[in-house]
Nanobody, 122 residues
Framework: QVQVAESGGGLVQPGGSLRLSCAAS????????VGWFRQAPGKEREGVSC????????YYADSVKGRFAISRDNAKNTVYLQMNSLKPEDTAVYYC???????????????WGQGTQVTVSS
């Protein structure tokens, strides 16, 4: 199955920005819906943003609408998550998942990456 790997996490100040990348290997990414999920300590895994493999449809959690933007570059087999106006509550490990089946826009399952840590702190 497709393999994905996240990168781009780090430590930023509140109000700062990061761009996360989800790079796929073995398979072309245009066969898969891609979602970003995050998990903070003691909290459930949360869907953040997803992008369809069939059209330009996207999903954003209410908590990130207007601040985050998801995009894909199929030629590079990469999906990006641009995160602006970051808040301390955005602190989490961010995971990328790619899968052929979707619920709405988001993959219902598939291949998960290792995760990348995002820490928003002053």
């Amino acid at each position: 199955q497709v393999q994905v790997a996240e990168s781009g996490g780090g430590l930023v100040q509140p109000g700062g920005s990061l761009r996360l990348s989800c790079a796929a290997s073995r398979f072309t990414l245009d066969y898969y819906a891609v979602g970003w999920f995050r998990q903070a300590p003691g909290k459930e895994r949360e869907g953040v943003s997803c992008i369809s493999n069939t059209d330009g449809s996207t999903y954003y959690a209410d908590s990130v609408k207007g601040r985050f933007a998801i995009s894909r570059d199929n030629a590079k087999n990469t999906v990006y998550l641009q995160m602006n106006s970051l808040k301390p509550e955005d602190t989490a490990v961010y995971y990328c998942v790619a899968g052929p089946r979707v619920v709405g826009v988001c993959p219902s399952g598939g291949s998960w990456g290792q995760g990348t840590q995002v820490t928003v702190s002053s």
